[in-house]
């Protein structure tokens, strides 16, 4: 999004928090990083501690002082739910108008909107402390987290989630504009938040990935490495979690497997899969994001198995991008933003194998005809909902309604 701003010609200066003691300020690609120091160091999995430090008083006081220190902006941008309290300061201490983006299902979370196995359209409120409380074991119930004995202790995480919605919500009715970066995101959200005028808000979708692959060559190298062939595997692309299914294609795979013989699924990205997979999965790391274009670019389908409300997934707008099939569930985004059933991919029901695997066997019977008319629906979807030009006008029309 910077990039694509400094492109346009606005000047962009970005506040963010450096926890392994970076050095000085920084230029990237046309805009400016100016950094606030933590007052300690996180290792890789100690996401928890950052969240509660952005929380405290102690961060509010740093972006306080850093802001002091730079010349006024016309705008100031709330990234994430962590930075709304503070920019909603800045905003009317300062007297500069806001905006607050919508991005993830954590703000969803955080607004009171059930997100579990739910397609936006099902997707109710939870409201009060009673439905916090109640969502938060049931939540954690359904994982096998807890069993009866902590169910006070979730009953008073389930208080002070409703004290920080109500925080929350208050905020947000302070700020100038508030985006949301799908249409399924507006929706929970105006459920969610229904005092919000509907001028209020408006849907303006990710930028797509600019960098180019890597040359098939390195593309080729790796998928041998993994002894996956070139259209003959599945790519997941993400966070290992529950919330994002990976199991579920885990146990699709084997499905297809049975039937299909010499398709395989590709898991890339961060976590753990909660149990061992066999020889019809590959499990890798997170890759280079140029390497990870040029696997896109090689896959029978990219999956997004969701059981939560997804904000809406990056490498799908690169999916849709390069006329590449999409296979997801009804849960958040990907159905309602990016996908036509049928069209440039396939839409089945929330935490079902079964119906994932159906999904996948459709795909791989798909003749050349129908992946021509699978590339022609894409790119009709990315012009329309995807290119640069659309959202730079849309982010135009949102910063001049702001500071006029």
Not at 56 to 64: C, E, S, V
Not at 99 to 118: A, E, P, S, Y
Not at 320 to 327: L, Y
Not at 353 to 379: G, H, Y
Request: proline share 3%; glycine share 8%; net charge positive.
């Amino acid at each position: 999004m910077c990039i694509q701003f400094s492109r346009n010609g606005w000047d962009v200066e970005v506040l963010a928090v450096a926890f392994d003691k970076r050095g000085l300020d920084e230029a990237r690609s046309g805009y400016w990083i100016r950094w606030i120091h933590a007052p300690f160091l996180i290792k890789p999995g100690q996401n928890v501690d950052a969240e509660q430090y952005f929380r405290t008083n102690n961060y509010r006081k740093a972006i306080l002082d850093r802001f002091s220190g730079l010349d006024q902006p016309d705008v100031i941008i709330a990234n994430n739910a962590q930075s709304y309290a503070i920019v909603d300061c800045l905003s009317r201490k300062n007297r500069i108008p806001s905006i607050g983006i919508v991005r993830d299902t954590q703000m969803l979370c955080d607004f009171g909107v059930c997100m579990d196995n739910r397609s936006a359209t099902e997707a109710v409120p939870c409201n009060g402390f009673l439905g916090a409380a109640s969502c938060s074991i049931s939540f954690h119930r359904k994982r096998g987290a807890i069993g009866w004995r902590p169910v006070p202790a979730w009953g008073v995480y389930g208080f002070q989630m409703h004290r920080r919605r109500l925080k929350l919500r208050s905020t947000v009715q302070k700020f100038d504009h508030i985006v949301t970066i799908s249409d399924s995101l507006k929706m929970l959200v105006q459920k969610a938040l229904p005092f919000l005028k509907s001028d209020h808000i408006t849907t303006i979708r990710n930028f797509y990935t600019q960098v180019k692959p890597v040359d098939k060559g390195q593309v080729t190298n790796f998928l041998n490495h993994h002894g996956l062939a070139s259209r003959h595997f599945f790519l997941f692309a993400g966070r290992k979690t529950y919330g994002k299914g990976a199991d579920l294609l885990v146990s699709a795979t084997d499905i297809v497997q049975s039937k299909s013989s010499g398709y395989k699924s590709l898991l890339l990205g961060r976590g753990k899969l909660p149990s061992a997979i066999g020889t019809n999965c590959v499990d890798s790391e997170s890759i280079s994001q140029d390497l990870l274009l040029g696997v896109l670019e090689q896959a029978t389908a990219l999956v997004i198995p969701g059981r939560w409300q997804e904000g809406l997934h990056r490498t799908m707008i690169d999916a849709i991008k390069f006329g590449i099939p999409v296979i997801c569930t009804q849960a958040g985004a990907p159905s309602i933003d990016g996908v036509e059933h049928g069209k440039n991919g396939l839409v089945c029901c929330c935490d079902d194998p079964v119906a994932l695997a159906t999904s996948m066997i459709e795909i791989i019977n798909w003749n050349e005809e129908k992946l021509d008319q699978c590339r022609f629906e894409s790119d009709r979807i990315f012009q329309k909902r995807f290119a640069s030009d659309i959202n730079i006008d849309h982010w135009s029309r949102v910063l001049y309604k702001s500071i006029t």
